[in-house]
């Protein structure tokens, strides 16, 4: 315990303390700087939207994801390519990826030769809209076989979070399922189709970037991750290899 002296003496301690760190906090006041506050560490997130595009559902989420300064990756059905050529020029001009979702939406576990046409053909559906480049490829239903996988010339992705927004149709759940359960390095699957995923999205976004979280590309997660992904594999996240039966 101390005594009366020893209280004295810690008393003068703290005041040429305060004393000498005076004239920094008059400077900092000054100068209009705040004190430097403690940084979270970046979480990156891959958004992911599935059967796209959608003329007015697709647009209004660019416009949310350009105001938030989000990116995302869309998986583009073939067929729905024609009249949303603009759409899709928007989305690489913007800094999104695009991917390929096969023309009608096949599956491409049971189909052998059908399914890989549709690949090849979405492929030159999206070149023609938007130039060359590589097209991840995304399995509708997420179904792929070993020929597949062997046959596609580039990384196949599934997903981390499904939020089964096709099903749920409630925007506010599946936010706060998203925010309920999304990680870093996370792919969470979405449909730009309906208006309520792109409202849960865009909230999603605002409550998880609060939080640290970044929304980049599939590319972008994958480099942040340190993995250089693979033609023929089918990827969960970037440190998550999905086998196939």
């Known amino acids: 315990m101390l005594t009366g002296e020893g209280r004295e003496n810690m008393r003068d301690r703290y005041h040429w303390l305060g004393m000498a760190l005076l004239p920094l906090l008059m400077l900092l006041a000054l100068s209009g700087e705040a004190m430097p506050a403690m940084q979270q560490p970046t979480s990156y997130v891959a958004l992911t939207f599935d059967d796209s595009p959608n003329r007015e559902n697709t647009q209004r989420l660019l416009d949310g994801l350009k105001e938030r300064g989000a990116k995302a990756t869309f998986f583009i059905i073939g067929e729905q390519v024609e009249g949303n050529e603009d759409l899709l020029r928007r989305m690489v001009d913007e800094g999104h990826q695009i991917g ?20 090849q053909r979405t492929d030159a559906a999206l070149r023609a809209a938007v ?11 997420g179904f792929a076989s070993p020929e597949t996988l062997r046959e596609i010339g580039v990384p196949l992705v599934y997903w981390s979070v499904d939020t089964e927004d096709w099903s749920v149709r409630d925007a506010q759940k599946i936010a706060e399922q998203l925010e309920r359960e999304v990680r870093s390095g996370d ?16 909230q999603a976004i605002d409550a998880l970037g609060a939080r640290g979280f970044r929304f980049v590309t599939l590319q972008e997660l994958f480099e942040r991750f340190g993995v250089e992904p693979e033609a023929g594999k089918l990827y969960s996240r970037p440190d998550t290899i999905r086998q196939v039966p």
């Open 100 to 119: 390929n979702h096969t023309y009608t939406h096949r599956r491409l576990d049971t189909t052998g030769a059908v399914g890989l046409e549709e690949v």
């Open 131 to 141: 130039g060359d480049g590589v097209f991840w490829v995304r399995p509708p239903w």
């Open 187 to 202: 792919i969470v699957l979405l449909h730009d189709a309906y208006d309520t995923s792109v409202d849960a999205a865009l």
